[in-house]
């Protein structure tokens, strides 16, 4: 198998991060509207699946499987979340990310509560009191500004995505370059190798033809005595 074939599936997945991050940094709500829809159904189709086949196991004579059947009717009502949630993306990531804001800013206070509670004791506290103030001061971003925020966090994810996709390509470049030179190398190892053993051969086939050419003469000669 040649190296691009090994590497097709690694540069598909990259184009298609990239892609997705072009999407979302030009239109992200209609991309997160079209990505609640498709997990949405796919969820909704797998936890139907999942149910009728735990019904019609019941109905052969068998106890219905408890664990399959609520692991479905879970599958189900998420589907059914992301499904309508595909048609208010907005209102659902302004709400996600003020959530997030409220346990941020929760937890920036108990790191600070916790740094200062570890002043006395000879621990360096300065790094946990910066984590903690920036904690705090994401979630007050996050809590108080949430559309802005939202905004921000598609921006910053959308980058991240192009930027990780294209460090990835060219990764997969130099790997692909590296594994050419060291697949001609180990070419050329083997034909020097081969090459070496024939002549090895050669040499030793000529040698013993020259050992029974020199025993046939004096074979002759003590035939003749």
Same mark, same amino acid.
Do not use: H
């Given at each position: 198998?040649?190296?691009?074939?090994?590497?097709?599936?690694?540069?598909?997945?990259?184009?298609?991060?990239?892609?997705?991050?072009?999407?979302?940094?030009?239109?992200? $709500?209609?991309?997160?509207?079209?990505?609640?829809?498709? @997990?949405?159904?796919?969820?909704?189709?797998?936890?139907?699946?999942?149910?009728?086949?735990?019904?019609?196991?019941?109905?052969?004579?068998?106890?219905?499987?408890?664990?399959?059947?609520?692991?479905?009717?879970?599958?189900?009502?998420?589907?059914?979340?992301?499904?309508?949630?595909?048609?208010?993306?907005?209102?659902?990531?302004?709400?996600?990310?003020?959530?997030?804001?409220?346990?941020?800013?929760?937890?920036?206070?108990?790191?600070?509560?916790?740094?200062?509670?570890?002043?006395?004791?000879?621990?360096? @506290?300065?790094?946990?009191?910066?984590?903690?103030?920036? &904690?705090?001061?994401?979630?007050?971003?996050?809590?108080?500004?949430?559309?802005?925020?939202?905004?921000?966090?598609?921006? @910053?994810?959308?980058?991240?995505? @192009?930027?990780?996709?294209?460090?990835?390509?060219?990764?997969?470049?130099?790997?692909?370059?590296?594994?050419?030179? &060291?697949?001609?190398?180990?070419?050329?190892?083997?034909?020097?190798?081969?090459?070496?053993?024939?002549?090895?051969?050669?040499?030793?086939?000529?040698? $013993?033809?020259? &050992? $029974?050419?020199? $025993?046939?003469?004096?074979?002759?000669?003590?035939?003749?005595?």
């Amino acid at each position: 198998m040649s190296t691009f074939k090994r590497l097709l599936p690694i540069i598909i997945l990259c184009v298609l991060e990239a892609v997705a991050g072009i999407l979302i940094l030009t239109n992200g $709500e209609g991309f997160f509207s079209v990505l609640f829809m498709i @997990i949405g159904i796919f969820l909704l189709v797998v936890g139907l699946i999942t149910l009728i086949r735990s019904l019609l196991g019941g109905r052969k004579g068998g106890s219905i499987p408890m664990a399959p059947m609520i692991a479905s009717l879970f599958m189900i009502g998420f589907g059914a979340f992301f499904t309508a949630a595909s048609g208010a993306v907005i209102p659902f990531m302004v709400a996600f990310t003020m959530v997030a804001g409220c346990f941020m800013l929760v937890n920036g206070i108990f790191k600070l509560i916790q740094a200062f509670a570890l002043r006395g004791e000879g621990v360096p @506290i300065g790094f946990l009191i910066f984590d903690a103030i920036l &904690t705090i001061l994401l979630g007050i971003v996050m809590a108080f500004y949430p559309f802005g925020a939202t905004l921000a966090k598609w921006t @910053i994810i959308g980058v991240m995505m @192009i930027v990780s996709a294209v460090i990835d390509l060219i990764s997969m470049i130099v790997l692909a370059n590296k594994l050419k030179n &060291t697949t001609v190398a180990v070419v050329e190892v083997r034909a020097n190798a081969v090459g070496n053993d024939a002549k090895e051969t050669v040499a030793a086939e000529g040698k $013993e033809v020259q &050992t $029974e050419s020199t $025993e046939a003469p004096a074979d002759n000669k003590d035939n003749q005595k």
